[in-house]
T-cell receptor, first 111, second 110 residues
């Protein structure tokens, strides 16, 4: 079945450091890919998405490129801020109403 | 503003009691979902509904029940058969290609 694997956390960075959170997927067909962010005690918010190969999703300085050849959708940000501290979830949808989520990666940014 | 509301935000239950978590959306979405999240873990699907009066079990449906009598509402009942119900519960709805989440309900069994 479909699955999503993302890097184990926590990831601890200093402010203004470069961020990469790895995400790979297994799916039949051509899924849509998503990154969600969850702040403490809150629900998930959609951060960005990509619906086909080579698409780049971007939002708030974060970006991720849909790489079909490597089945990856890595999240990157050039300069993180303390306010980016949260849990990040990679997810996919194969268009069947079901969404598959990774286990989440906790990011902690130190001032 | 369109969105998903969940109530209450915090809920305490004694062992052996059933409890119902509310989820309402005004996004006009057909599909709605319930997930469970445990500390340091990802989301696990409890139930989902693609249309009014129809719903399907997810990966961890045992000890839970749902109803979908209205498009806007998808309440979740945690029954006494659920052995370890303390968790954070998230409701979501989706359009064709995007899923939206409510703020969550934290359930604690005393």
């Amino acid at each position: 079945g479909d699955s999503v694997t993302q890097m184990e956390g926590p990831v601890t960075l200093s402010e203004e450091a470069f961020l990469t959170i790895n995400c790979t997927y297994t799916a039949t067909g051509y899924p849509s890919l998503f990154w969600y962010v969850q702040y403490p005690g809150e629900g998930l918010q959609l951060l960005l998405k990509a619906t086909k190969a080579d698409d780049k999703g971007s939002n708030k300085g974060f970006e991720a490129t849909y790489r079909k050849e490597t089945t990856s959708f890595h999240l990157e940000k050039g300069s993180v801020q303390v306010s980016d501290s949260a849990v990040y979830f990679c997810a996919l949808s194969s268009g069947t109403y079901k969404y598959i989520f990774g286990t989440g990666t906790r990011l902690k940014v130190l001032a | 503003d369109g969105g998903i509301t969940q109530s209450p935000k915090y809920l305490f239950r004694k062992e052996g009691q059933n409890v119902t978590l509310s989820c309402e959306q005004n996004l006009n979405h057909d599909a709605m979902y319930w997930y469970r999240q445990d500390p340091g873990q990802g989301l696990r699907l409890i139930y989902y509904s693609q249309i009014v009066n129809d719903f399907q079990k997810g990966d961890i449906a045992e000890g839970y029940s749902v109803s979908r009598e209205k498009k806007e509402s998808f309440p979740l009942t945690v029954t006494s058969a659920q052995k370890n119900p303390t968790a954070f519960y998230l409701c979501a709805s989706s359009s064709y290609n995007e899923q939206f989440f409510g703020p969550g309900t934290r359930l604690t069994v005393l």
